[in-house]
């Protein structure tokens, strides 16, 4: 069973507007979360991650946010430029900075002009 | 649908030894694989695009003769590290792009293979 879900598999935003990419996670124990954005061809690229202890953590245009009763977290990016088009990841650590990464499925963010 | 799965998940071995991590697409026909190394601190580094029926192609950095890649099949591909070091330790996660994706670039993560070099 997945343990970390993305129900949405794409999402189109204008340009200028907010985007906001949602990720639920089954087991309570995740300590670390993280999202990653992918270029087609190119290899997951690091963007922001939080830490179980906190509920917000932001980043220039990224800010995540982790609701652990609800053990929902989300990316919002503001404002979403066409650039940001890409495939957001969600992925979540079980034991600290070194465990293991368990990712969801992606969502395919598509910002236009 | 759409499930990758790794195997062994877990492995633990000698130095010098070779180890052997298959990535497999359960439910949907995948000509190219990704494999990929998680260093500390989070980053993900992409070692090496696999693609069924011909050779993989590595990435700038990463030796071809240590980790070597097989993909014989449209559902199955290997990583195989060779005389593995201590260094060698690591997480490694595959990913598969569906066929059927319809010319997006549709890729399922596998749930990667922690690797422990004594």
């Known amino acids: 069973d997945q343990q970390v879900k993305q129900n949405s598999p794409s999402l189109s935003v204008q340009e200028g507007r907010i985007s906001i990419l949602n990720c639920d996670y089954t087991?309570?124990?995740?300590?670390?979360f993280l999202w990653y954005k992918k270029y087609p061809a190119e290899g997951p690229t690091f963007l922001i991650s939080?830490?179980?202890?906190?509920d917000k953590n932001e980043d220039g245009r990224f800010t995540v946010f982790l609701n652990k009763s609800a053990k929902h977290l989300s990316l919002h990016i503001v404002p979403s430029q066409p650039g940001d088009s890409a495939v957001y990841f969600c992925?979540?650590?079980?034991?600290?900075?070194?465990?293991?990464?368990?990712f969801g499925k992606g969502t395919k963010l598509s910002v236009k002009p | 649908g759409a499930v990758v799965s790794q195997h062994p998940s877990r492995v633990i071995c000698k130095s010098g030894t070779s180890v052997k991590i298959e990535c497999r697409s359960l439910?949907?026909?995948?000509?190219?694989m990704f494999w990929y190394r998680q260093f500390p601190k989070k980053s993900l580094m992409l070692m090496a695009t696999?693609?069924?029926?011909?050779?993989?192609?590595?990435e700038q950095g990463v030796e071809k003769d240590k980790f070597l890649i097989n993909h014989a099949s449209l559902t199955l591909s290997t990583l195989t590290v060779t005389s593995a070091h201590p260094e060698d330790s690591s997480f490694y996660i595959c990913?598969?792009?569906?066929?059927?994706?319809?010319?997006?670039?549709?890729?399922?993560f596998g749930p990667g293979t922690r690797l422990t070099v004594l």
């Open positions: 990913s598969a792009r569906d066929d059927a994706g319809g010319g997006t670039d549709t890729q399922y």
């Open positions: 087991n309570s124990m995740f300590d670390y």
């Open positions: 939080i830490s179980s202890i906190k």
């Open positions: 992925a979540a650590i079980l034991g600290g900075s070194q465990g293991n990464l368990i």
């Open positions: 439910d949907f026909q995948a000509t190219t």
């Open positions: 696999s693609n069924e029926g011909s050779k993989a192609t590595y």
